[in-house]
């Protein structure tokens, strides 16, 4: 039925719509500061919680502890947001009950196209109970190679070392390569001219290796020269490797690359 001008001013005139209104409003303000609070307060004590645990002996790595971490702090977001919803409908007098049955109803009708979001879903999990890959973790998902900065319900965040931020439905990841589970090998490869003293630049050179874990904490053990790689007419190659610390062969292949440069001039072995 049509509501007249008359009615609708007297409605807005009237002493008990405002009072109601003003209820309405007090309880919002009150939903929306504890849903905040809760969050907030929350997403600390899942912190304490994992500050308290990584004490513990039975304590996880610290990546999967990182990861887990966010997961549940997301999985807290959702929950007290839904639930917040929730009660703001209640606030304005619908029938949330009869709302999530006909949810339900509505769930199993979409249901078939709803399947990739489902996957997502599944597929996070697998991913962080299986510690497949955790936050920090260095790997490579399809063309995305970089830093995981989150695992989430329904999509993973990778961030190149150019800035890109990927981000990537989880149930699309199908194969995963993890740099950071295990010790990484550094290859180096150094030229020099062929007129040098080789065997007396291999002592030199082995001299030099032992000297190397007392200076670089990356290193797992004391690098190994493997000998001459390759020669011809104008440069003699010769290879060295060294074990590190998962992600770190690059920039100690680096620093060992810069200390042997020095070493060769103060040793006047001559570089090509």
């Given at each position: 039925m049509d509501l007249t001008f008359k009615e609708i001013v007297g409605y807005f005139l009237n002493e008990n719509t405002w009072i109601e209104l003003g209820k309405i409003s007090i309880k919002l303000l009150f939903i929306l500061v504890i849903t905040a609070i809760v969050v907030k307060l929350g997403k600390k004590i899942i912190?304490?919680?994992?500050?308290?645990r990584q004490k513990s002996p039975l304590s996880y790595s610290e990546r999967r502890q990182n990861t887990l971490l966010k997961l549940l702090q997301n999985i807290l977001t959702y929950v007290v947001y839904f639930s917040a919803i929730l009660a703001i409908l209640s606030t304005f007098h619908i029938n949330v009950a009869g709302l999530l049955a006909g949810a339900g109803i509505v769930g199993l009708a979409v249901g078939f196209g709803a399947q990739s979001l489902v996957k997502d879903v599944i597929t996070g999990f697998f991913i962080v109970f299986e510690d497949q890959f955790a936050v920090g973790d260095q790997v490579q998902i399809g063309t995305a190679n970089g830093i995981v900065q989150e695992i989430g319900l329904r999509t993973t965040k990778v961030k190149s070392y150019t800035g890109e931020l990927h981000i990537i439905p989880n149930g699309s990841i199908l194969v995963v390569i993890n740099y950071s589970v295990y010790n990484s090998l550094a290859l180096i490869d150094i030229s020099v001219v062929p007129g040098n003293d080789i065997p007396s630049m291999e002592k030199n050179i082995e001299e030099f290796l032992?000297?190397?874990?007392?200076?670089?904490?990356?290193?797992?053990?004391?690098?190994?020269?493997?000998?001459?790689?390759?020669?011809?007419?104008?440069?003699?190659?010769?290879?060295?490797?060294?074990?590190?610390?998962?992600?770190?062969?690059?920039?100690?292949?680096?620093?060992?690359?810069?200390?042997l440069i020095e070493f060769f001039e103060q040793k006047g072995i001559k570089i090509s």
């Amino acid at each position: 039925m049509d509501l007249t001008f008359k009615e609708i001013v007297g409605y807005f005139l009237n002493e008990n719509t405002w009072i109601e209104l003003g209820k309405i409003s007090i309880k919002l303000l009150f939903i929306l500061v504890i849903t905040a609070i809760v969050v907030k307060l929350g997403k600390k004590i899942i912190e304490r919680i994992f500050l308290v645990r990584q004490k513990s002996p039975l304590s996880y790595s610290e990546r999967r502890q990182n990861t887990l971490l966010k997961l549940l702090q997301n999985i807290l977001t959702y929950v007290v947001y839904f639930s917040a919803i929730l009660a703001i409908l209640s606030t304005f007098h619908i029938n949330v009950a009869g709302l999530l049955a006909g949810a339900g109803i509505v769930g199993l009708a979409v249901g078939f196209g709803a399947q990739s979001l489902v996957k997502d879903v599944i597929t996070g999990f697998f991913i962080v109970f299986e510690d497949q890959f955790a936050v920090g973790d260095q790997v490579q998902i399809g063309t995305a190679n970089g830093i995981v900065q989150e695992i989430g319900l329904r999509t993973t965040k990778v961030k190149s070392y150019t800035g890109e931020l990927h981000i990537i439905p989880n149930g699309s990841i199908l194969v995963v390569i993890n740099y950071s589970v295990y010790n990484s090998l550094a290859l180096i490869d150094i030229s020099v001219v062929p007129g040098n003293d080789i065997p007396s630049m291999e002592k030199n050179i082995e001299e030099f290796l032992k000297e190397l874990p007392n200076k670089y904490e990356e290193l797992v053990k004391t690098p190994s020269y493997l000998g001459v790689q390759s020669f011809d007419a104008s440069e003699i190659v010769v290879r060295f490797t060294a074990e590190t610390m998962p992600t770190k062969q690059n920039s100690v292949a680096r620093k060992i690359r810069r200390d042997l440069i020095e070493f060769f001039e103060q040793k006047g072995i001559k570089i090509s």
